[in-house]
C-alpha cells in the first residue's frame, strides 16, 4: 500500500481536439506537481488522434507518442489509465470497453456516451476493478459529480436543479438583458464560438438532458438515461415570454432538474426533465448570467447548496479531466480503487405527465364580466388549483390600452403536469380568451414568487 | 478488494452534541441506504459522552453502547472508524492521535485542532496507513475541502476567498440590509441560536482563521496553522463603514482568504488573513446573506468556482461527517486508503505587511484649495498609488452641509499592506483632515469597483 510498489502511472489520451490539448499541456507542464500529488510521476505513454497533420505541435513535441490507431494504443500492456476526450459515441464506447475489461481505469468527459450507456460502461469497470470517472461530463471545471458521489453519500438527495449548458444560458442572459432576439443572440453565441454550427445539442436541450440523466443517475442511486429525460429546449423562448417573466420578478433560464417525487402513498420515483421555466429573481441561479453554469443541490441534512463556475472551455474541462486523473493515479498507487457504480435504488422514472410542476400562464383575455369565471373553471375542472391571479389593463387598469381587453397572469400552485397542458389547452378555446401571451413552468425552487405573493 | 472481504465497518462516535446527535441519528435511520452505498454496514459500536445523564434519548436507544470512557472506547480493537465530533484541542487531540497511531481511521469536525496541530494529525495517519478525513471543519454541509484536495488536485489554486462563519455574517447582512448596530443585531444572533454567550471565536474572527489554515493548507500544499493567519475581527464595523461601503456600490463581510502571493523576482509565498473587507454588490459573495457560508476559489484551469451552503447547524455539519464516514468505510472496505497529506510545495507565509492589499479610505476634509494634493501626497511618499478618488459635499457639492467641509473618497491600487497603513496613520495626522469616516481593504476579486469606476 506504499508508494513505491508501482513506480509510475502510465496515460494514453484519445483525442486532442480544446480539451485533449490542455490536457496534454497541463500533463506536460505539471509534471513536477502531478508527481508530487500523486506520490509517483505520471507519465503519457501515448495520444490516438484522428488527423495528426493537424496538430503540428503535438507531432513536435511528442513525436513517436502521437498515433492514429487509438484502438491499438488502448490495447497496450504499457497503459495504466485511458484518458478519452473525443466525444462521441462510436468508436468511443467500443474502445472504453475494451480498456476496462483489460483493467486499464477511464477518465472521460463524454456525457453522450455516459448519458446513452452509462451502466454497460459501469459494469465493464466493475467486472474488473477498474476505476471510471467522469468529473469533466457534467458542468466542465465544477467540481459537481465528485460531491455528489462522495461528499453527500451520508445524505439523502432530494433534488437537483441546475443550468448546465452554457450556451443557452448565454442565449438567454442576452435575450433577458438587451431585449435581443433569439436569433441575433445566437448569432453573437456563434461569433463569439459558444455555440456550434448546428446549435441543436445545445438550443433544444440534449446536451442539458444527458447531463441530467448523468446527475439523476448519481443523486438517486439510479440508472437514469437520456431517453428517460423529459427534453424541451428554449428555441421557442419569446420575447413575450421574456417580458412576462420580467413582469413576474423572474428570470427564463434552461434548467435541468432532477428530483424524488413521491405518490400519494409515499412510492418513490425519480423526474428528470430540462425545459425552460421561469426562476424567481432572488433565487440564486437567476442570477447566473452569460456562458456561466451552477447548480443547485437540496437534501436532507445538508440543506441547499450551490455550485458555480464555468461550464465548458478547454482549460476548465482539462482542470475537471486532470482532477479525476489524479484521483484514478493514486488509486493505482495505492492499489485501491474508487466508490463504484451506486445503483442499489433502482427507483422507477416517472413520465412528464405524472410529475407535480407548476405554471405560469399569461393571457389577452376580454374586459367583461365572467370572464375570471370562466377561467378559472376551467382549471378547477382539470383539478388545478389557482395561486395566484393579477389583471392589468382593460377599463379597471393602465390607461395605455384598449379598454375592452385586459391582461391576465395566472400561477397556479404545483399539480400534474399533464393537467396543467390539458388546462391551458382548454383555456385556449374559451370565447373569452382572445390570445396567449405566454406559457411557462415557474420553478419556485422552494422560494416565493414575490410579484405575485406566491409561496414557492 | 471486493466488498466480500469485511463483513462491517465498527464505528465510535465521541461526543454527542448537536452534530453527534445528529450523526448517531442518521447513522441509524440510513443503515440500509449507508450499507449499500458503503459495500457493507456500518455499525455504532460505542458513543462515548461525558454526561450520559444529559442525553436521555442516547441511552434509551443505545443502552451499553454509550460509555463516559473515551480513551477505552478509542483503544477497542473492535473500532474500526473513530468519529470525534467533541472540539477543542485536548483531550481530543491525545484521543485521535491514539485511535490514528493503532491504524483506526478519524473523521472530524474539529477546526480549531486542525488549525493548530493538523500536521502531527496528519503523519500518524501517513504512519499507520490510516484515513483522516474534515470535510465538516470548514463550511459545514458545503462540499469545499475534498473538492479543493481531490477534484482540483490537477490544477493549481491561486485564490481562496470565503465567508466561512455564520455568525459574523449574519451581524454583517442586519447591520447593511436593516441598519441595526452592532450590538443589536448581535443580540438577535444570539436569540436565534447562531452566536455563543461568548462571541469571540465568531465576531473576532478566531473561527475563520482556524479555517483559513485548513484552507491555505490544501490549496497551495503548505502546512499552515492558524498562528500564520493575520486576523482582525468585525467587531470594529460602525455604521459609518457599512454608509461608506454602500456610496462605492459595496458590501462589508467578513472574508477568509487565501492567496499565493508573488515576489517581484518569482518568489512565490502563501498569504492566509481574515478580516472584514468591502467587496463589490456585483460579485457572488457579496449577495450571500444570513447565516450561510459562501467560497470562492480561483485557479489557474479551472477558473472562477463558488461553493455556497449552510455553513453550521447540527444536520448539515452531520451530513458532511457522514460523507466523509462513507467515504472511510468505503476505503475499508477495500482495504484501501484516501488522499495523504500533501505538503510538498512548503511555500513560505508572508506577514501581511507585505502582502498586496487595497484600502478604501473615506475622510472629513477642509474645502479648500491644496487638500487633494496634501493627501494625494502622503500617499505618493508611501509610494502607494491612488486608483479612483470622489469629492461629494463642500462648496462643489451637495446641497446640504457644511460648506467648508468635503468628503473625500479614496481607493487605492495594490500595495503592501504596512505601506497602505501607514499611509492612513500619516494622513490622519494632516491639517486639512477633520475626521476618518471609514477605512477597509477593498477585495476586488477580479471585479470592477463601479461606482469609482476602479477595475478590480
Not at 497503459?79 to 474502445?95: K, M
Not at 390539458?422 to 382572445?434: H, P, R
Amino acid at each position: 500500500m506504499t508508494s513505491g510498489e508501482r513506480t509510475e502511472v502510465r496515460v494514453a489520451v484519445l483525442g486532442c481536439g480544446t480539451v485533449g490539448t490542455e490536457v496534454v499541456r497541463l500533463l506536460t507542464e505539471q509534471a513536477d506537481e502531478l508527481t508530487a500529488r500523486v506520490g509517483a510521476p505520471v507519465r503519457l505513454v501515448g495520444v490516438a488522434v484522428r488527423r495528426p497533420h493537424r496538430h503540428p505541435w503535438l507531432t513536435e513535441t511528442f513525436g513517436d507518442l502521437v498515433t492514429t490507431d487509438a484502438a491499438a494504443l488502448v490495447a497496450r500492456d504499457d497503459v495504466d489509465v485511458v484518458v478519452e476526450v473525443i466525444g462521441g459515441i462510436e468508436p468511443v464506447r467500443t474502445l472504453l470497453l475494451e480498456a476496462l475489461k483489460s483493467g486499464k481505469s477511464v477518465v472521460t468527459a463524454n456525457k453522450a456516451l455516459l448519458a446513452e450507456d452509462g451502466p454497460a460502461l459501469a459494469e465493464a469497470a466493475d467486472a474488473s476493478g477498474a476505476d471510471l470517472y467522469y468529473e469533466a461530463s457534467v458542468a466542465g471545471a465544477i467540481p459537481l459529480l465528485r460531491p455528489l458521489r462522495e461528499s453527500l453519500a451520508g445524505d439523502r438527495i432530494t433534488r437537483v436543479a441546475g443550468i448546465v449548458n452554457g450556451t443557452s444560458n448565454f442565449i438567454l442572459s442576452a435575450m433577458a438583458s438587451g431585449g435581443t432576439s433569439y436569433a441575433d443572440a445566437l448569432e453573437e453565441a456563434t461569433q463569439l464560438g459558444y455555440a456550434e454550427a448546428d446549435p441543436s445539442a445545445d438550443v433544444d436541450g440534449y446536451d442539458a438532458a444527458s447531463k441530467a440523466a448523468i446527475l439523476a443517475t448519481l443523486s438517486f442511486h439510479t440508472r437514469v438515461t437520456a431517453s428517460d429525460v423529459h427534453r424541451e429546449g428554449m428555441r421557442e423562448v419569446s420575447a413575450a415570454d421574456i417580458a412576462a417573466a420580467k413582469l413576474l420578478g423572474c428570470t427564463i433560464k434552461l434548467l435541468a432538474i432532477c428530483e424524488r417525487v413521491h405518490d400519494a402513498d409515499g412510492t418513490e420515483s425519480v423526474s428528470a426533465r430540462v425545459y425552460p421555466a421561469m426562476v424567481p429573481s432572488s433565487h440564486p441561479l437567476a442570477s447566473v448570467d452569460g456562458a456561466f453554469n451552477a447548480v443547485f443541490v437540496e437534501a436532507e441534512a445538508a440543506g441547499q447548496l450551490m455550485f458555480y463556475g464555468q461550464g465548458a472551455g478547454g482549460a476548465p474541462t482539462a482542470s475537471a479531466v486532470l482532477g479525476d486523473l489524479v484521483a484514478v493515479a493514486r488509486n493505482h498507487v495505492a492499489a485501491g480503487r474508487g466508490p463504484r457504480e451506486s445503483a442499489y435504488a433502482s427507483l422507477p422514472v416517472r413520465a412528464i405527465g405524472a410529475v407535480p410542476t407548476r405554471y405560469h400562464v399569461d393571457l389577452e383575455v376580454a374586459d367583461r364580466e365572467g370572464v375570471l369565471a370562466a377561467i378559472a373553471g376551467e382549471f378547477a375542472r382539470n383539478g388545478v388549483s389557482i395561486a395566484a391571479v393579477r389583471q392589468t389593463g382593460g377599463s379597471a387598469g393602465a390607461a395605455d390600452g384598449d379598454p375592452t381587453q385586459a391582461r391576465l397572469t395566472v400561477v397556479t400552485h404545483t399539480a400534474p403536469d399533464s393537467a396543467l397542458a390539458g388546462t391551458v389547452a382548454a383555456i385556449q378555446e374559451l370565447d373569452v380568451v382572445n390570445g396567449v401571451n405566454s406559457v411557462l413552468r415557474v420553478e419556485g425552487l422552494g422560494r416565493a414568487v414575490s410579484a405575485l405573493g406566491v409561496a414557492g
